[in-house]
């Protein structure tokens, strides 16, 4: 390891020496992490303190660094965080003059600087008024003059913090819930800021302020090496950007873990992840505590008076049983006295799942003691041990705390080995909300509410939790999953019936909400090839509770009204399958009266006929009865048959802002009397981005122009596109058309995989309309950026397309979309 001469580079006090040295210090590779901070910090000093001799400083000063360069940690871009204090014996202009002898040539290099001038007595009355003053002020450290006077305010000011404990601590846990609020939990975030975020850089130098005020103190173990690490990844972000930034971004990622050494940008999410989840349950465990003790201080003067000031004996704690073992004690969920974790394996479930069932937290001693003399369990588990895990897993939003516990103590992969491959594993996808591991208790809590809906809650519960159980293996996470959903729930003791039931909806979890959204119901095909996957109506149940419980448990944009009316249409025709009915032949199904009514005025008046309708859910369809709720809006279009209309539709209706979900195109064959030639049908169902429906007249008026070429669609939608900004980052990929197996009967079946835009169908139309083919159907699924649009084309003739026809029209549309 190279070192750097710090009183040589810095002997004449410059600006020059001091860049110089700097620069070499942050691009010496041998260096890294806190040996670097503690060497940038002491290397600033010698700076500082040469500026502050050279300016012929006065008696009764001193320039204190506070906040982390007061704890010697600076980063690369870190802001220096400066007091000069003075014991205000010297002429306020000599004071004033000193500052701007040492703060101009930190400006002058560009360094971001935090500074202020103050006596001891300003000090102590600025600290006392505003916390992050005080907070600062704690870690206060003398760069040079008068050591005595900076070691007489450090001191002051932690007497002052002590004494005001039972105040100032409430107003920092409320600091930290605001700014948790604001930036969110850096543990799930895809562009996480280090320092803000709950779990971050802020929390833990909070829970400092904590052990400083002797009122409560934080769990130790891992909290140090988790705050090294987000600093480590800090200083590597200030490195990679060459600005001072805590938000690590998307596309910096890359670039942050090459800087630390780590094998990709994944890796260095799951090290950030796993560091703040550890502050961030030490962050709960303590502000747990620190409300614990302020209650029991508040509640002593009562207790005085009330018992008198005899000196009467102190009231024994209370301990109300929970269950065998486990007793509520304190707001808390304990062992009991007589418990025996060395005697009793399935005491870590039962803890927790008294604990969940109370709604209450789960003792980080009792945690800690079940951790380090809990005996293992027998392989398959017992009945009560695995009675425990559903209980656990049935208790709804109290599990996540409970769960956290357990993990924090390594309990939940001593119980389920398996889980420790999707421990703090990020997901890509800005749709999804939490982590892999955090998503599937999530998923179970979501599901505890749809075990009513259920003839086997246990087997919701617990293929819930293992649903996503193989991402982090090659492949398809649904077919790795089965595998080990199977081993999973063998070890938990299910017979070989349950074990084979989990592991069919593990592997088919997507499959409702797939094909409910991306293929034709109408299909025969469609319907068949679920119930075959399925088997069973008991395994079809469990499925669409869990399909709704993964949806809900992913974000907002994973489920909606429309989605679940989808999945709630294909389980009743799968249901009736499974029960033996037939299924009716979608081309022997006659237009409804409406469509051959607006078919009739087409054909009379040669232009498009527009009809609007607001769909509502079936109240019938609902577990507890409602009104009925909007999930979108059938729009009807009829015109006579012509080149350019399913493109034409789809661009207006996207210069309109309407959504499109599902198109469904047929031509409709009139009686010779009513008039001559075929008219298009089209049944459209649309949902407004934003703000009220159009009127069908302006809808039906810009389509004509659109059909006569008056209205020119593409250069409109471009005009659009380009108004709005650009937001940096990863680029999206390219599109991909591929043909589905779908095993139609009806038509083949693309499926266009590319950027959600205004507009995707209109140009997938325009790119088919040279094809020579008739786009039977469309179906469109969006998740956040991505759009999946499956399309049922034909020949002209309503013949499948061939092999090799289909394979080339799949790849013209790609060149095209591209």
């Known amino acids: 390891m190279t070192s750097i001469d710090v009183k040589t580079d810095t002997e004449d006090s410059g600006p020059g020496g001091y860049a110089a040295a700097r620069l070499r210090l942050l691009t010496e590779k041998a260096r890294s992490g806190p040996p670097r901070r503690s060497a940038l910090a002491r290397l600033t000093d010698d700076w500082l303190a040469g500026l502050y001799e050279a300016a012929g400083a006065p008696p009764g000063t001193a320039l204190v660094a506070v906040g982390g360069y007061g704890r010697a940690e600076l980063s690369p871009r870190s802001d220096l965080d400066l007091l000069l204090l ?174 630390l050494g780590l094998l990709d940008a994944d890796t260095l999410l799951r090290e950030v992840y796993e560091a703040a989840r550890t502050i961030s349950y030490a962050s709960d465990v303590t502000w747990r505590e620190v409300n614990r003790v302020l209650r029991a201080r508040a509640a002593r003067p009562r207790l005085r008076s009330l018992l008198g000031r005899s000196g009467a004996a102190k009231p024994p704690v209370e301990r109300t049983p929970l269950a065998e073992g486990v007793v509520e004690m304190d707001g808390e969920a304990v062992l009991a006295l007589s418990a025996r974790p060395e005697r009793d394996p399935v005491l870590p479930l039962r803890a927790a799942a008294a604990a969940a069932q109370a709604g209450l937290p789960l003792s980080p001693h009792a945690v800690r003691r079940l951790a380090a003399a809990a005996k293992p369990l027998p ?220 078919a009739i005025e087409a054909l009379r008046t040669g232009e498009p006929v527009l009809a609007l309708h607001t769909e509502p859910v079936d109240p019938d369809d609902a577990e507890e009865p409602r009104e009925p709720e909007p999930v979108g809006v059938e729009l009807l279009v009829a015109l006579p048959e012509r080149p350019g209309v399913l493109p034409a539709v789809a661009g207006v209706l996207a210069l309109h802002r309407l959504t499109v979900r599902a198109a469904d195109l047929r031509a409709v064959a009139l009686p010779h009397e009513l008039g001559d030639g075929p008219v298009l049908v089209l049944d459209w169902r649309v949902a407004a981005e934003y703000g009220a429906l159009p009127e069908a007249h302006r809808l039906r008026a810009d389509l004509v122009r659109a059909l006569d070429g008056s209205l020119d669609v593409p250069a409109r939608l471009a005009e659009r596109d380009a108004a709005y900004p650009r937001r940096r980052g990863v680029q999206a990929p390219p599109p991909r058309v591929t043909v589905a197996a779908a095993d139609s009967r009806l038509a083949t079946v693309l499926e266009v995989r590319a950027q959600d835009a205004p507009g995707l169908l209109h140009r997938i139309g325009r790119a088919l309309e040279g094809a020579d083919v008739r786009v039977r159907s469309a179906h469109v699924s969006t998740l956040g950026a991505n759009a999946v649009d499956t399309l049922y084309v034909t020949r002209p003739d309503g013949s499948l397309l061939g092999s090799e026809e289909a394979a080339g029209l799949a790849k013209t549309l790609e060149e095209a979309l591209r």
Do not use: M
Request: glycine content about 6%.
């Open 379 to 598: 392989v398959p588990w017992p009945a009560e041990a695995r009675e425990e895990l559903v209980t656990l897993l049935g208790a709804g939003e109290p599990t996540v705390p409970v769960w956290e516990a357990l993990e924090a103590e390594g309990l939940v992969t001593r119980l389920l080995p398996d889980w420790e491959r999707v421990r703090c594993r990020p997901q890509r996808n800005p749709v999804h909300t939490w982590t892999v591991d955090r998503h599937l208790v999530e998923t179970a809590v979501r599901a505890a509410s749809l075990t009513r809906r259920v003839h086997r809650p246990d087997l919701l519960l617990v293929a819930a939790l293992l649903h996503d159980i193989g991402k982090g293996w090659p492949g398809d996470h649904s077919v790795a999953g089965e595998t080990i959903a199977r081993d999973v729930a063998t070890r938990v003791g299910f017979d070989r019936a349950d074990v084979a039931v989990i592991a069919t909806v593990v592997r088919h979890h997507l499959l409702l909400v797939e094909t409910a959204t991306r293929r034709d119901l109408d299909d025969p095909a469609t319907v068949q090839s679920v119930a075959a996957a399925v088997g069973s109506l008991g395994a079809l149940e469990l499925l669409h509770a869990l399909t709704e419980a993964d949806a809900l448990a992913t974000g907002p944009a994973a489920w909606s009204t429309w989605r679940a009316s989808l999945v709630a249409d294909l389980v009743k025709r799968v249901a009736g399958v499974l029960a033996g009915e037939e299924l009716p032949d979608p081309e022997a199904a006659a237009p409804s009266a409406e469509q051959e009514r607006l």
């Open 86 to 259: 003075h014991d205000g014996s010297a002429d306020p202009r000599t004071v004033a003059a000193l500052a701007d002898r040492i703060w101009y040539p930190v400006w002058d290099l560009g360094l971001a600087l935090d500074h202020s001038v103050r006596t001891t007595t300003e000090a102590r009355r600025t600290a006392g008024e505003d916390l992050k003053v005080q907070l600062g002020l704690l870690d206060a450290r003398a760069v040079a003059g008068d050591s005595g006077l900076v070691a007489a305010l450090r001191t002051t000011v932690l007497t002052d913090w002590r004494n005001q404990a039972t105040r100032r601590l409430p107003e920092l846990h409320a600091l930290c819930r605001e700014r948790a609020e604001r930036s969110g939990e850096l543990q799930y975030l895809l562009e996480p800021d280090l320092k803000e975020a709950h779990g971050g850089l802020r929390d833990a130098q909070a829970l400092r302020a904590v052990a400083a005020s002797w009122l409560a103190d934080a769990p130790r173990e891992g909290l140090s090496d988790a705050r090294r690490r987000l600093l480590d990844a800090r200083d590597a972000l200030h490195l990679a950007t060459g600005r001072a930034t805590d938000r690590l971004a998307l596309q910096e990622q890359d670039a942050v873990a090459a800087e």
